[in-house]
């Protein structure tokens, strides 16, 4: 006899906005709010966040991600790489409305997530522009739509040497990687010194962001690409 399957897990009601929010994306928490709703419903529907992350969806993913900003140049064409359900992209995107956004994404599931959220959270006509390119960031299609920006941006993405060479074609000299990494990959850095530096990487450091958002901050790894 075949035993029954045990039932999904409910998709729960977006939670509330924390305070601190509204420090960080200004005009634009409406728009921040309707994401994680949309992250909460369909994010979990359609299998790119967890049931048990719904809850801590505020401080875990988009304000996290949104902490990111303090690390990206005014004005900055930006790329995030791995995009899945738009993080850290989208939450950087609202809280710094002077950044063009490009999110990148392989899988169809989730790029069709994004494009929807794209047309529903972009800054109006006259803003900088957003959009979803489809393929990795080390395809050759995806530099040419792309292009070469000033910040890339990854949250656990590969190991940070796989992720240099990923993203290689979309740095110019000078343009910034900023990866959100885990404990591990913190504990890993000194270590990973010179495959960085020998990929062409230079100013390399880990970089605590968002101290003011409680459990919302986060350290990243950045660096900048040499001259070479």
């Known amino acids: 006899m075949t035993e029954p399957r045990p039932a999904p897990e409910p998709v729960g009601a977006a939670p509330p906005a924390p305070a601190v929010a509204e420090q960080v994306f200004g ?6 709010q309707r994401y994680v709703a949309r992250l909460a419903t369909d994010g979990v529907t359609r299998g790119l966040i967890g049931p048990r992350e719904v809850p801590r969806l505020w401080e875990r993913h988009v304000l996290n991600s949104a902490a990111v900003a303090e690390a990206v140049p005014e004005g900055a064409r930006v790329v995030d790489v791995g995009s899945g359900a738009g993080l850290p992209g989208i939450p950087l995107g609202l809280a ?3 950044v063009a956004l490009t999110l990148v994404e392989p899988m169809a599931r ?5 494009e929807e959220a794209v ?4 800054p109006g006509p006259g803003g ?4 979803v390119v489809r ?3 080390e395809d050759r299609s995806v530099v040419t739509a792309v292009g070469r920006v000033d910040v890339v941006t990854a949250r ?14 979309l740095l110019r000299p000078g343009s910034r990687l900023v990866a959100l990494v885990g404990a591990r990959a ?7 010194l010179p495959e960085l530096r020998a990929a062409g990487m230079r100013d390399i450091e880990a970089r605590a962001v968002g101290e003011s958002l409680g459990d919302a901050a986060t350290t990243v790894v950045v660096m900048t690409r040499g001259d070479r």
């Open 27 to 32: 005009a634009a928490l409406p728009a921040a």
């Open 96 to 98: 710094r409305p002077d």
């Open 110 to 114: 989730r790029v069709e997530f994004l």
């Open 119 to 122: 047309a529903e959270l972009a």
């Open 128 to 131: 900088p522009p957003w959009r």
């Open 135 to 137: 393929g990795r960031a």
């Open 156 to 169: 656990a993405v590969a190991p940070l040497p796989r992720l240099v060479g990923w993203c290689r074609g």
């Open 186 to 192: 913190l504990e890993e850095l000194p270590g990973l």
